[in-house]
Every structure is written in structure tokens, then in C-alpha cells.
């Protein structure tokens, strides 16, 4: 495996066009992030307190935006780790397979958008941390 840090994780501004009435963003295979999109998932409802992800992926990349609201990721890759605040619905965060990541501190009523690389497969995730490190590592 290619592996990859926090530091190949990037914020990645979609752009916006602007309108009298409001703002348009526009998502595109083959366009601001590396990869085609294969599945699209949201999370919302996400209660005060609580937390989502804590896993990662062999091979599948993510993509991140805060579509409503804001919230945190936070990113591992077994050596480093830092958070990146998502709070704007153009800008999203790029997660390649191997880096660990965990949603946290939703405000009330965000809406995190997951654009995926692949479809659902459970065997792609790494969802216990010594797993994880042990397929970093080993």
C-alpha cells in the first residue's frame, strides 16, 4: 500500500457561483478532487457531544464538505495527527484511503456531504485503531 499522511489531505475549494438569489456550487467527476465519485452519503442529526467516522479505508477516498453547519475532523495517519474545521459548503476535505478519520463537534443542524470513491464494501474498512496501525505498519 501507498501510504499516504495527514499530510496528502487537503482542503479543496469547489468554487461558487454567485447569484441575486443565492450561491450555486457545482460537483463534477473529474474536477476538483482526484477521483470519480461512486457513492453519496450524508450525515445529519447529529446530537451535541457525539462523534461519527473513527475509521479508515484500504482503498476508498472520501471527501468531506460541511454542507450545513460546521464541524471537525479529526485526521491520523498513525504518526501525525491535526483537525481541520469545515464550516463553508464550497470547501471540502480530502481523505485518501489509510488516514484514520473521526467527524466531531457537529454544531445544531450540520450536514456533512461524503463523497466516496467506491461503493459500500465492508471489507475496505479499518474501524479498530491496532487494526489500523497494524495495516499502517505492518
Request: aromatic share 14%; proline share 4%.
Amino acid at each position: 500500500m501507498d501510504n499516504k499522511s495527514i499530510f496528502d489531505c487537503s482542503v479543496i475549494d469547489l468554487g461558487k457561483i454567485n447569484f441575486a438569489e443565492g450561491n450555486l456550487t457545482v460537483v463534477e467527476n473529474n474536477s476538483a478532487f482526484p477521483f470519480d465519485v461512486k457513492r453519496v452519503f450524508y450525515l445529519y442529526d447529529i446530537a451535541g457531544g457525539e462523534s461519527r467516522g473513527a475509521h479508515a479505508h484500504k482503498e476508498c477516498h472520501q471527501f468531506l464538505i460541511a454542507a450545513s453547519g460546521s464541524f471537525e475532523v479529526s485526521i491520523d495517519d498513525g504518526t501525525y495527527q491535526r483537525q481541520v474545521f469545515l464550516n463553508r459548503p464550497n470547501m471540502g476535505l480530502h481523505i485518501p484511503p489509510g488516514v484514520w478519520a473521526s467527524e466531531i463537534n457537529f454544531s445544531s443542524g450540520a450536514i456533512c456531504l461524503v463523497l466516496a470513491s467506491h461503493p459500500y464494501n465492508e471489507s475496505d474498512y479499518l474501524r479498530n485503531y491496532e487494526d489500523f496501525l497494524n495495516f499502517r505498519h505492518g
